[in-house]
Structures are given as structure tokens and as C-alpha cells.
């Protein structure tokens, strides 16, 4: 009776202490395991929190990514847009100030046209262009001329090509100086000219630059030879006569 009183209890006692066991892993075990889920997660926080900020720096990189994306594609609009206004701006500007201005010839239908001899030097003749136009007109090269039914084409004094084109504003002149025969008589074929015809250049030399001009000469008609040459536009009269 003992004996089975004792193996009983001690059944009892396993079972009790069984149970408690069993009660104190749960009760335990969850706490430990929630907190030693908790450390990590404390931790992974802080650990996150400390990469948080990287992560949002990062993040904010990414939105940084956006920020800086979107400033980088900002910074890239507002580039390309500064870049848009300035390429604009440049354009205006190189459109006013570094692309040529439009070219518009003096020719026979914008200018009047003379011809005179002149007293000094001697054996010359002063052609004179007066822009009769509402706007500018330019004058390349030199002119071309021709007495009567003249086969030949006198040439340019090349010391006397200026820095640029001539241009003439409504109302101004340009000249261009002819040496009309050699003054110590070397010159061969010898002809008197009645008529004179002034031809015009465009842009491009021996280019047609438009109606030519028939300036009257004098009754008596004018003399040339072989030295007959011409100067290049030039804006001054002095200048036109110092060849």
C-alpha cells in the first residue's frame, strides 16, 4: 500500500513537475524568444535606423535619385533650358551681330553714275556712284568698263583693293579712279572713247551684279590706250585719285 502510495505520488510528481516544465517553456521560451526578437529588431532598428538614414540618404538619394534625378533632370531641364535660352540668345545675337548682313548691290537701277576727267593727276578720270536707293547698297570689287564696242576689259589697280566692301547709305558716294593713258605716251592703241558703260559686280568676282550705268562723258569724247586701268570702290575721292 506503501509502496503504490509512493509510486502515486511520484507519478504525480513527474506529471506535476512535467507540467510546470512545460508551463515555464512557454511562459519563457516566448519571452525569451520575444526578446531575443526583440534585441534583433531593437537592434535591426537601430541598425536600420543608422542605415535608415543612409538608406533615405541613399533613399534619399533614390529620392535624392529622384531629388537628384529629378534636380539632375531639373538641373538638366533648367540646363538644357538655360542652355535653350542661351543657344536662343545666342542665335538672336549671332543672328544680329555675327551672320552676314543681306547683301543688295549698287548697281544702274539704285545709284546715279558719273564720269569726269580730272585736271590732276593727269590723264585721269573720276567715277562717282551716289546711292539714289532707300536703303544700303553695296559695292564689290571694282568697276567694269567698257568704251564703245571695246574688246577688252581693263584691269584693277590691286594696290588700291580697301580692307572691305564699299557700302553706301541712301544719299552717299563711292568712287573709283581710271588712269585713262600713260603719261609718258608708252601706251599702244590709242582710241576715243564716245560712250561708257559701268559695269557692276555681285559677291563673286566678274559676278553680274545688276543693270549697268552710261554715264554721259564729254562731246569731245574721251582718250585711253592700253593703261587704262581702274581702281577698286573706294569711299573717298582722294583716295580713289591717288593711283
Same mark, same amino acid.
Given at each position: 500500500?506503501?509502496?503504490?502510495?509512493? *509510486?502515486?505520488?511520484?507519478?504525480? =510528481?513527474?506529471?506535476?513537475?512535467?507540467?510546470?516544465?512545460?508551463?515555464?517553456?512557454?511562459?519563457?521560451?516566448?519571452?525569451d524568444e520575444g526578446a531575443s526578437a526583440s534585441q534583433p529588431v531593437a537592434s535591426a532598428p537601430s541598425g536600420a535606423s543608422s542605415q535608415a538614414p543612409e538608406e533615405s540618404a541613399s @533613399?534619399?538619394?533614390?529620392? =535624392?535619385?529622384?531629388?537628384? @534625378?529629378?534636380?539632375?533632370s531639373g538641373g538638366d531641364a533648367s540646363g538644357s533650358g538655360d542652355s535653350g535660352s542661351k543657344g536662343s540668345s545666342a542665335g538672336t545675337s549671332g543672328g544680329s551681330d555675327d551672320a552676314p548682313a543681306t547683301f543688295n548691290p549698287c548697281n544702274g537701277a539704285n545709284t546715279s553714275v558719273t564720269a569726269a576727267p580730272v585736271s590732276r593727276p593727269v590723264n585721269h578720270m573720276l567715277i562717282t556712284v551716289k546711292n539714289t536707293g532707300a536703303k544700303n547698297c553695296d559695292l564689290t570689287y571694282y568697276p567694269v568698263l567698257r568704251f564703245d564696242e571695246m574688246q577688252w576689259v581693263p584691269q584693277p589697280i590691286e594696290d588700291s583693293k580697301p580692307q572691305a566692301v564699299v557700302t553706301l547709305a541712301p544719299g552717299e558716294s563711292a568712287y573709283a579712279g581710271v588712269l585713262l593713258s600713260a603719261a609718258d605716251g608708252s601706251g599702244t592703241g590709242g582710241a576715243t572713247g564716245k560712250k561708257l558703260t559701268v @559695269?557692276? *559686280?555681285?559677291?563673286?568676282?566678274?559676278?553680274? =551684279?545688276?543693270?549697268?550705268?552710261?554715264?554721259?562723258?564729254?562731246?569731245? @569724247?574721251?582718250y585711253y590706250d592700253s593703261s587704262l586701268t581702274v581702281t577698286y570702290w573706294q569711299s573717298s575721292m582722294d583716295d580713289a585719285l591717288a593711283y
Open positions: 500500500m506503501r509502496t503504490s502510495r509512493l *509510486q502515486l505520488l511520484a507519478a504525480a =510528481g513527474v506529471a506535476v513537475a512535467s507540467l510546470a516544465l512545460t508551463a515555464c517553456q512557454d511562459g519563457t521560451g516566448t519571452r @533613399g534619399g538619394s533614390g529620392n =535624392g535619385s529622384t531629388a537628384n @534625378g529629378s534636380s539632375g @559695269g557692276f *559686280q555681285a559677291r563673286t568676282p566678274n559676278s553680274d =551684279g545688276g543693270p549697268a550705268a552710261i554715264p554721259s562723258l564729254p562731246a569731245k @569724247g574721251v
